[in-house]
Nanobody, 127 residues
Framework: QVQLVESGGGLVQAGDSLRLSCAAS????????MGWFRQAPGKEREFVAA????????YYADSVKGRFTIFRDNAKNTMYLQMNSLSPEDTAVYYC????????????????????WGQGTQVAVSS
């Protein structure tokens, strides 16, 4: 089992920045492909960004490309999402997710491929 704990959410103004963290435990972190998803009120959970096990490959949703950066520190068992130029449309609960991979090192972008989820952290952006 993998336990994921998100932190770093909060209430900010449009144009501000936030950094989310996701701490993982339970299985070797460098076997985990990781991702961020978000869910706004009344909407489905959507993909935000993903990173492969080694951290060398990343993928972003078009809506956040150029503003958000996903990265990981395998020595600290932690993944991050740096969010810049936030807008009210980014308001949502942000979830981190992990997929345990034994051999491959690809980026996982589909929600149903992830095995483990965190509890979520709220991000609210005021205009």
């Amino acid at each position: 089992q993998v336990q994921l704990v998100e932190s770093g959410g909060g209430l900010v103004q449009a144009g501000d920045s936030l950094r989310l963290s996701c701490a993982a435990s339970g299985r070797p972190f460098n076997n985990l492909a990781m991702g961020w998803f978000r869910q706004a009120p009344g909407k489905e959970r959507e993909f935000v960004a993903a990173i492969n096990r080694s951290g060398g490959s990343r993928y972003y949703a078009d809506s956040v490309k150029g503003r958000f950066t996903i990265f990981r520190d395998n020595a600290k068992n932690t993944m991050y999402l740096q969010m810049n130029s936030l807008s009210p449309e980014d308001t949502a609960v942000y979830y981190c997710a992990a997929d345990y991979l034994t051999f491959s090192d690809h980026v996982v972008t589909r929600r149903n491929e992830y095995d483990y989820w965190g509890q979520g952290t709220q991000v609210a952006v005021s205009s």
